[in-house]
Nanobody, 128 residues
């Protein structure tokens, strides 16, 4: 079975940084589309960033552009999210997700949040 395990969450002050990591295990050789999502209490889950792992195409929510960077390490089979200049509104549970769709369909999967595999999440709390 494929497992996604997030790590790196924590509590920081406004303006601080965190680096989230998602380790994938199991048969993940056909991974091509991955993403980070977040859900704050009382709010819907929202997309943060996505990546087509085979060609490096990335997608970002407007609210995180210029502050967050998504990356995928093929050798380590990890998905990272570098988060800088964090704000209180970034406080949420962060989830990584994985799919095998081709590059042309990755954006649609990201926008519909219809990934086939999801992690359990890691909490990020930003205090003012």
């Amino acid at each position: 079975a494929i497992q996604l395990v997030e790590s790196g969450g924590g509590s920081v002050q406004t303006g601080g940084s965190l680096r989230l990591s998602c380790a994938a295990s199991g048969y993940t050789y056909n991974t091509n589309c991955m993403g980070w999502f977040r859900q704050a209490p009382g709010k819907d889950r929202e997309g943060v960033a996505g990546i087509v792992t085979n060609d490096g195409t990335t997608y970002y929510a407007d609210s995180v552009k210029g502050r967050f960077t998504i990356s995928h390490d093929q050798k380590k089979n990890t998905l990272d999210l570098e988060m800088n200049n964090l704000r209180p509104e970034d406080t949420a549970m962060y989830y990584c997700a994985r799919d095998i769709v081709d590059s042309a369909r990755c954006r649609a999967v990201y926008q519909r949040q219809s990934f086939i595999h999801w992690g359990q999440g890691t909490q990020v709390t930003v205090s003012s």
